[in-house]
């Protein structure tokens, strides 16, 4: 009995509440992103060439037939002259190419910005908003980055930039409304992460490279339409011997598209799901509040996005993608491939820390 009193009677250590989880991997994930965007600049030339050279084996196969003893069509396909064509056409691919991916590349910032409609924020424009930015960057020992503001409802936030010089924080008008500032020092420690482990620049990449790959696809599309309403693989054509079939134009077509669809799908492998999970532990140790982070979320998945701009490309970047860009059988090939975690499992992560 005396020692069941004893232990009854012994006073417990009092329950320590827990402590943010450290933030650890910011390196490891600045040579991932590195590693990725190296392996995306290699990978690039590699699938546009090879583009070109099937667009034009397909050209030279259907667009070279003759007429056999019975009267049937043989197409015919000379590697030679593919050869001969495509080591002609790769000097003027690559040089524009290079020359579109260097401007793009140098002129990212400006480009977003123009997109979205986004304006320059100093500090007499906005006290409130520059302090928060100014003090986290103080705290990781940051340069302190430009800061952009969007005359939009909706809530979004998002960084960007390449280097010292272009790094951006963008915020709407809306989320500046909605948040209390413990709220909002949350989504800016989430985007100076971003910044911090270079996921901007991984994402710059991948943008300027699908756009090339959409500007290609918005070229081909045009060509197929002219060739169905404006004599594209006509009679006469058959009986010359040369020119396109429909059936060819089509072909075309849907290669350039599977490439496509395959980078598309391959940028987002290189954009793990996991860079938004490291920039919520960074963001949470960084303004030390998991919890308000996640309060963040929770408002901002009621209205996210920006209502003008529906480029998926961009939404890559914005700190919640919108689910609006597709619907039915793609919206669920997309959400396999979603270059973001969904918000509830993210909320989930903060709560635990």
Known sequence: ???????????????????????????????????????????????????????????????????????????????????????????????????????????????????????????????????????????????????????????NAFASGIDKGSYTVT?????????????????????????????????????????IISAIMSIVLRMMYHAMWFGGGSRRDDEKGNGLSMVAVMLIGVACSAVAYFFTLLTRFAISRKREYMADAGGAELCGNPLALASALRKISGDPGLGNVGRDDIAQMYIIHPQSFSSGMMNFVNSLFSTHPSTESRIRMLEQF
Request: charged share 15%.
């Open 1 to 155: 009995m005396t020692h069941k009193a004893d232990a009854a009677s012994t006073p417990h250590p009092p329950i320590q509440p827990c402590k943010p989880m450290k933030y650890v991997g910011m390196y490891t994930q600045i040579r991932r992103n590195n590693m990725m965007s190296v392996l995306l600049l290699m990978m690039f030339p590699l699938i546009l060439l090879g583009t070109i050279w099937i667009f034009l084996a397909l050209v030279n196969y259907f667009g070279t037939y003759y007429y056999d003893a019975y009267g049937n069509m043989v197409n015919v396909f000379n590697a030679d002259i593919v050869n001969a064509y495509f080591i002609t056409t790769v000097p003027w691919v690559v040089g524009g190419v290079g020359v579109w991916f260097l401007i793009a590349y140098f002129a990212n910032t400006a480009m977003i910005k123009q997109a979205t409609g986004a304006r320059t924020l100093e500090r007499r424009d906005n006290p409130r908003v520059y302090n928060i930015v100014e003090n986290l960057c103080m705290t990781c020992g940051m340069d302190m980055p430009k800061i952009n503001v969007i005359d939009d409802p909706q809530l």
């Open 171 to 211: 915020v709407t008008i809306g989320l500046l409304r909605l948040l209390n500032d413990d709220e909002l020092a949350g989504v800016i420690a989430h985007e100076l992460t971003h910044i911090r482990n270079r996921d901007t620049r991984l994402l710059v990449v991948s943008i300027i490279f699908v756009g």
